[in-house]
């Protein structure tokens, strides 16, 4: 049984933030790197992926890199990294890079899009890596992982992604605001720490992760002046793990205003709320440069 190997190499949202405030958990924009055996995917390339970039010039040290990117949308913070990313550069790599359609434009013009006139000096055809631009219609396979999308509320849409390669599982849903598709939703506008309720193919694309990492930009408080940003609040993570039973969860898409100290008391704070509901999933917020192997504890093992 092999895992999945997911690492962190950018859990901002929205804007990158550099400084002494954000060193602990990082300034970059969202990237994600899974890999199962030697398959390769990222998940979206905001400004982390230039680290991961140069990461991969060093490891494979000029072997051809083949390799999957899938956007979960194409928002600025998920895509301002891209032109950076040097291994794009090189022509003995590969890339089959899989987006959504947004008004009939696939993600090739999307991505171009900031690389053209004045936005950027360099067009995306300077790319010399051969890329394969390809539109996500439903699951898909890259090596051993198969990846299916759902479709997350968030202003203009954007994608979460269940991998399971064996028995591991790993999800990604940033750019979500849960309580938007709430049943309940109008209940939730006075009682923000009620029972969220939602329709079964959201529980059932949810449940059984090993690892789910979730937009947990705003705390309880600042979310009611943030409502329809397109971004979870504490209490709705809290409540989907607890609904969803994920082993472990890894709070994501950091807001630009929460410094490290503030991103850990909000990780403390879901991890006491999921305790005292007798939740036993580990919650941790995510950080630059961690690395986490999604996979299911071994059983115990058999007594005769
Ligand atoms: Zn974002
Ligand atoms: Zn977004």
């Not at 359609?101 to 000096?121: A, C, I, N």
């Not at 994920?246 to 305790?275: E, F, G, I, W, Y």
Request: net charge negative.
């Amino acid at each position: 049984m092999s895992d999945l190997t997911v690492r962190f190499w950018g859990t901002r949202g929205s804007i990158p933030t550099p400084g002494r405030k954000t060193k602990k958990y990082g300034g970059n924009t969202t990237c994600v790197e899974v890999r199962h055996e030697d398959s390769l995917l990222v998940f979206d390339a905001g400004s982390g992926i230039r680290e991961l970039g140069m990461s991969w010039l060093n490891e494979f040290a000029g072997k051809p890199v083949n390799a999957a990117n899938a956007f979960t949308h194409l928002h600025w913070d998920h895509i301002q990294g891209f032109p950076f990313f040097s291994c794009g550069y090189m022509p003995q790599n590969s890339f089959t890079i899989w987006g959504e359609e947004r008004h009939s434009t696939g993600v090739e013009q999307l991505l171009s899009g900031q690389m053209t006139g004045d936005y950027f000096p360099i067009e995306l055809s300077s790319m010399q890596a051969k890329l394969n631009f390809k539109t996500v219609d439903g699951p898909f396979e890259v090596g051993g992982m198969t990846i299916r999308p759902f479709r997350l509320p968030h202003p203009g849409g954007s994608l979460g992604y269940r991998v399971e390669a064996d028995d591991a599982v790993f999800i990604l849903a940033t750019d979500s605001e849960l309580d938007q598709i709430a049943l309940n939703k109008d209940e939730l506008k006075h009682n923000h720490q009620a029972e969220r309720k939602y329709e079964a193919d959201l529980i059932e694309f949810m449940s059984g992760a090993n690892l789910i990492a979730i937009d947990t930009q705003y705390t309880d408080s600042v979310y009611p002046q943030r409502v329809g940003w397109g971004h979870n609040s504490i209490a709705t993570v809290v409540d989907l793990c607890i609904q969803t039973k994920p082993d472990m969860m890894a709070m994501c898409h950091h807001d630009p205003q929460s410094t490290d100290q503030m991103v850990s008391n909000m990780s403390d704070d879901a991890a006491r709320r999921l305790k005292r509901a007798g939740s036993d999933t580990l919650v941790f917020a995510a950080r630059e440069g961690l690395t986490v192997k999604a996979h299911r504890p071994k059983p115990p093992p058999a007594i005769n």
